[in-house]
């Protein structure tokens, strides 16, 4: 579905929670490096004081800056927003696919529904001040959705199997797939981190260096495994694979509605499979 063609409250959301996203992560990473790179300056001992006063003057700046963002991120509450922002946007989406399925000559009864059903969702999510700098103009329903809801039963199906089913379960893999390689290529990082700091830990023993590296990769390896925790990239692979499975499933068993009660049926059935996913990614992300 074109993103001009859906409600504006869920563009406003998706906006608002694509950009608490992009300042939470943006800010971790930061963090993270900074530490990392604390702890490789901290393993520098120079022979004259005035080389350690400025270790000790880098090391001092750099930790104050990460002490800064803690503050920051605890604060902005960014990841709170993104995930809040978030599923807004998908119970929008979610209330509209079942509108716009809806029969239409209920038009009158569905639309009503369908507008209590966003009042509703909005009072779950009270988010009009973080939606408020991204703000998109445009009505509840648009004229793609009159036009769907206004199609017979084989023109609505098509559109939700297109859109909605196939749509999704594209997106489902596609991630899953692209979750599950980084995940294995920040493994092999960590491990390649992990081999070098034993390497370079046995040979301190028989040299000691003025520049000991040891500890600065054990953080940087750490920097890697928090990074990896924060994306979650296992977790996601897993749970997108599920998904798509289940949309797999369900279009292959009930994706041949003949009324508008099996359409309804097979509606409720995706709907329940992307919500479900929906709440364990978030249940993952606030744990």
């Known amino acids: 579905v074109n993103p001009d063609d859906e409600p504006a409250l869920k563009r406003s959301a998706g ?14 990473t930061l963090q993270l ?8 300056i901290a393993g520098w001992r120079p022979l004259a004081s005035s080389g350690q006063r400025a270790g ?7 930790m104050f800056v990460a002490f800064l963002i803690s503050i920051a ?23 509209m696919w079942y509108f716009v ?8 009864a569905r639309e009503a529904d369908y507008r209590q ?6 009072d779950r999510f009270p988010l009009a001040k973080d939606l408020a700098a991204h703000r998109v103009e445009g009505p509840l329903v648009t004229e793609w959705m009159n036009w769907v809801h206004g199609m017979p039963l084989d023109g609505k199906l098509q559109q939700f199997k297109l859109h909605r089913i196939q749509d999704q379960t594209t997106w489902y893999q596609t991630n899953a797939s692209s979750n599950a390689k980084r995940e294995s290529r920040w493994q092999w990082l960590v491990f390649v981190i992990e081999a070098a700091a034993i390497l370079l ?28 925790q924060t994306k979650r990239h296992s977790d996601l692979a897993n749970s997108y694979a599920v998904a798509a499975e289940d949309l797999r499933r369900i279009a292959e068993r009930w994706g041949s509605p003949r009324s508008d009660d ?26």
């Open 73 to 95: 991120l605890k604060l902005g509450h960014f990841d709170d927003k993104w995930f809040r922002c978030r599923a807004l946007a998908e119970n929008v989406k979610r209330a």
């Open 101 to 108: 399925m809806s029969p239409a000559n209920e038009r009158t």
């Open 201 to 228: 830990a046995g040979m301190q023993v028989w040299g000691l260096w003025l520049f000991n590296a040891v500890g600065g990769l054990a953080a940087i390896g750490a920097a890697c495994v928090a990074w990896s």
């Open 117 to 122: 059903q966003i009042e509703d969702i909005q």
């Open 262 to 287: 099996e359409l309804r049926q097979l509606v409720d059935y995706v709907e329940r499979a992307v919500s479900r996913e929906h709440s364990v990614w978030l249940s993952r992300r606030v744990a």
């Open 56 to 62: 000790a003057v880098a090391v001092c700046g750099l």
């Open 15 to 28: 906006a608002a929670s694509d950009a608490a996203q992009r300042v939470f992560l943006r800010l971790s």
């Open 33 to 40: 490096g900074l530490l990392a790179t604390t702890a490789v």
